[in-house]
């Protein structure tokens, strides 16, 4: 049963637009929140992690929503650039029990055109 | 700050055989973790270490495999009779001591079984 979920394989979204891309989880005990980008060839790459007493962080053109009550969250990528297109993992952590494994989706491939 | 690094980058082994690989996560860094990934899903947490202590295990990390982390440092993680069905990305990640912080992964390793 999974417990993160990625519910769109891919997403395409013209240069200079906004990128949304959504995740949501199914454990209410989650607190920990992370995007991570993948290029190919290469290992994931943190972009932006939010904790569960935020709703919202920033950090230049990328932006993570939470909401705890809809067990849900969004990464907003604007403007988007031809660099971004890759694939987007989000990842939750229950950092209470002293666990520090990530649970990823299955990611969101992002193509954005030029 | 030079990154996680993972040696080799793609191993290619006939079925029953060992492989071992390495990971050096970055200097500062007194959390490491191994997690596995396959075509179209996202990372697989398989095990944790603070320092020299390993003290997670996923139920994916069967008797096949071990990993260690001797000296607090690098770690090792090998697979013991390789079957087919462990051809996938074999990822290290580190991370600083203390809550929410953030996992940095290497480019990871690529086993191919024939």
């Known amino acids: 049963d999974q417990q993160v979920k990625q519910n769109s394989p891919s997403l395409s979204v013209q240069e200079g637009r906004i990128s949304i891309l959504n995740c949501d989880y199914t454990?209410?005990?989650?607190?920990?929140f992370l995007w991570y980008k993948k290029y190919p060839a290469e290992g994931p790459t943190f972009l932006i992690s939010i904790s569960s007493i935020k709703d919202k962080n920033e950090d230049g053109r990328f932006t993570v929503f939470l909401n705890k009550s809809a067990k849900h969250l969004s990464l907003h990528i604007v403007p988007s650039q031809p660099g971004d297109s890759a694939v987007y993992f989000c990842?939750?952590?229950?950092?209470?029990?002293?666990?520090?494994?990530?649970?990823f989706g299955k990611g969101t491939k992002l193509s954005v055109i030029p | 700050d030079t990154g996680v690094s993972q040696d080799p980058r793609h191993k290619i082994t006939k079925r029953g055989q060992n492989v071992t690989f390495r990971c050096d996560p970055i200097?500062?860094?007194?959390?490491l973790y191994w997690y596995r990934q396959t075509l179209g899903q996202g990372p697989e947490f398989l095990t944790y270490?603070?320092?020299?202590?390993?003290?997670?295990k996923s139920r994916l990390l069967s008797d096949r495999f071990s990993a260690e982390r001797p000296k607090g440092s690098f770690s090792t993680l090998e697979i013991q009779r390789t079957e087919q069905g462990d051809s996938a990305m074999y990822l290290c990640?580190?991370?600083?001591?203390?809550?929410?912080?953030?996992?940095?992964f290497g480019d990871g390793t690529r086993l191919s079984i024939l």
């Open positions: 270490f603070q320092n020299e202590a390993q003290l997670e």
């Open positions: 200097s500062e860094h007194n959390r």
């Open positions: 454990n209410s005990m989650f607190d920990y």
């Open positions: 990842a939750v952590a229950y950092s209470g029990a002293g666990s520090y494994q990530l649970t």
């Open positions: 990640a580190s991370s600083p001591q203390g809550r929410n912080q953030p996992q940095h």
